[in-house]
């Protein structure tokens, strides 16, 4: 039995770059950071961040780049994908990036921001890269500012 699944809850670390590829499909990659806490032997308190690349395809990745913004919270749900390539210096380079399948967003670095939840609709079925995503129905939060209304989503 084969699985690959990764879920990473993090903050966004800069705005995501959105491209559109010859065939018109959007691709967002960007990159969010997760710290990991510990006490070591000693009592110490330790620390470490990483750094995971994620890239989104289609809708989603007009989404992402619509409404995620540096420092914001995010949850990511994708499959886990190693690419390689030669580099213009003659050496061969591996990047492992979460293909994003479903995404939540948290509120804003700022603490002004909305917060909702996109995923895959479960009857699509796509094609590799071909993912599209549509937006769940919004939720109440204290963290709203102002009511967000069903027709004043863009998609």
């Given at each position: 039995?084969?699985?690959?699944k ?9 705005d995501?770059e959105?491209r559109t ?8 990659t960007l ?10 032997n000693s009592?110490?308190?330790q620390e470490?961040?990483?750094?995971h690349n994620i ?7 007009e ?18 994908e ?5 580099g213009?210096?003659?050496?061969k ?5 979460i ?10 670095s ?11 609709p ?23 500012e ?10």
């Amino acid at each position: 039995m084969n699985f690959n699944k990764a879920i990473v809850i993090g903050r966004v670390t800069k705005d995501p770059e959105i491209r559109t590829t010859p065939s018109g499909q959007s691709v967002a990659t960007l990159s969010i950071a997760t710290n990991r806490v510990w006490n070591n032997n000693s009592g110490e308190r330790q620390e470490k961040t990483e750094f995971h690349n994620i890239v989104a395809w289609g809708k989603l990745a007009e989404i992402c780049g619509q409404y995620l913004t540096k420092g914001q919270e995010v949850l990511f749900e994708g499959r886990m994908e190693t690419r390689t390539w030669e580099g213009q210096d003659g050496q061969k380079r591996s990047r492992t990036e979460i293909i994003a399948e479903n995404m939540q967003m948290g509120a804003k670095s700022k603490g002004t921001g909305n917060s909702g939840s996109y995923e895959k609709p479960a009857s699509t079925s796509a094609a590799p890269h071909e993912s599209h995503s549509a937006p769940a129905p919004a939720k109440e939060s204290e963290n709203f500012e102002e009511e967000i209304r069903i027709e004043d989503i863009p998609f």
